[in-house]
């Protein structure tokens, strides 16, 4: 177990008055046991207990887990009743916190049992813990972004004449593993001219074309964390007007990025980047939020967003990503990952934001 870690989540739990929670999200187990179990259909829980001896995780017999996570394991097979089997092992007198992931049909059949006085969505003190990365974690981070930086170097180099978006995306996984990753954080976005502006766009047969922007948005995984970045190519030439989107939007990010420190709140950060677009004239074609928070998961607790007043700390992660899109035109955005440091900001990606023109 990463005890540091559980302990921060207990104290929390006591916060909200809870001595007890069942985790069953896969990431946020692997998070406390060093264990990735993806269980599908069956139930996994990581019981924790404000008093340790209680601590037990429940494991399907299916899956090989032969090492020692510093807890003890409780096996069970298929036919058996896996949540009363685990509300034998919690107080039935107190407060139960629950998992936000935590299937109906294993939480009725607790509460069947009755294991627990009431159940507590307790998610967002597991949730704000993992916000806060750790030493450890920020080095898999960096890690993880250094080989996207590479793979973004590699992906451009192979877009010529003829270039299609899906299959221009579709090497991304080969290029991936030959720099040791172990796959996708996300499928990648690739999107040539008009098609760059469409949001969320998962791309298409559209043929790259003299003038067109290349918007590319892809991550990886390694050592189960995640990348991400963003970056927009022109194809041979750009127009005045595409390089000044372009500039704008860098400048926004650009202060976005320095205005990253603690103290500060989530959405004055999306405010800095928001306000430069705004007063350019494309406010309106700033479309989504400045960012996400990320770390096991591409999308984690905490988005940069005008709606979010949580106060910035060090060890937290996201993107910060602003765009312009004219539909039937341009679609530009950049994107890095930045994490909060004891005094600013470290901005994880270095592949070059200057405008680049592929030949």
Do not use: W
Not at 83 to 98: M, N, R, W, Y
Not at 284 to 307: K, M, N, P
Request: with cysteine; proline share 2%.
């Amino acid at each position: 177990m990463k005890t540091q870690r559980l302990e921060r989540i207990i104290e929390c739990l006591s916060q909200q008055g809870l001595e007890q929670m069942v985790i069953c999200d896969p990431c946020s187990v692997f998070y406390l046991t060093g264990k990735m179990i993806k269980p599908g259909e069956r139930m996994l829980a990581l019981y924790i207990n404000s008093d340790s001896a209680k601590n037990r995780i429940f494991i399907n017999d299916l899956f090989t887990v032969n090492e020692d996570l510093g807890i003890e394991k409780v096996r069970f097979d298929d036919n058996a009743d896996a949540p009363t089997l685990l509300a034998g092992f919690i107080d039935h007198s107190k407060p139960l916190g629950i998992d936000k992931k935590l299937e109906a049909r294993f939480l009725l059949r607790l509460m069947e049992c009755n294991a627990a006085t009431k159940y507590v969505n307790s998610s967002e003190c597991v949730d704000y813990v993992r916000s806060q990365k750790d030493a450890e974690e920020a080095c898999l981070m960096r890690a993880a972004s250094k080989i996207n930086d590479k793979a973004m170097g590699e992906i451009i180099k192979r877009i010529g004449d003829g270039s299609v978006e899906e299959s221009t995306a579709a090497q991304m996984l080969d290029i991936y593993k030959s720099f040791g990753a172990e796959g996708y954080s996300f499928e990648p976005l690739v999107g040539f001219g008009e098609s760059a502006a469409i949001g969320h766009y998962e791309g298409g047969s559209r043929v790259i074309k003299e003038g067109d922007c290349v918007l590319i948005d892809v991550g990886c995984t390694k050592d189960n964390y995640c990348s991400d970045m963003t970056r927009t190519f022109f194809y041979k030439k750009v127009s005045d007007e595409h390089r000044r989107i372009y500039e704008i939007v860098k400048r926004a990010q650009q202060a976005a990025i320095e205005a990253v420190k603690p103290g500060v709140r989530y959405c004055d950060v999306d405010k800095v980047a928001r306000d430069i677009i705004t007063e350019a004239g494309y406010g309106e074609y700033f479309t989504h939020r400045l960012g996400h928070s990320i770390g096991i998961e591409c999308h984690e607790y905490g988005d940069v967003s005008s709606a979010n007043e949580n106060v910035l700390k060090p060890g937290m992660v996201f993107s910060i990503e602003p765009g312009i899109y004219l539909e039937g035109d341009v679609g530009v955005r950049i994107e890095d990952l930045v994490m909060v440091t004891e005094n600013g900001v470290e901005v994880l990606n270095s592949f070059t934001k200057e405008l680049t023109i592929i030949d």
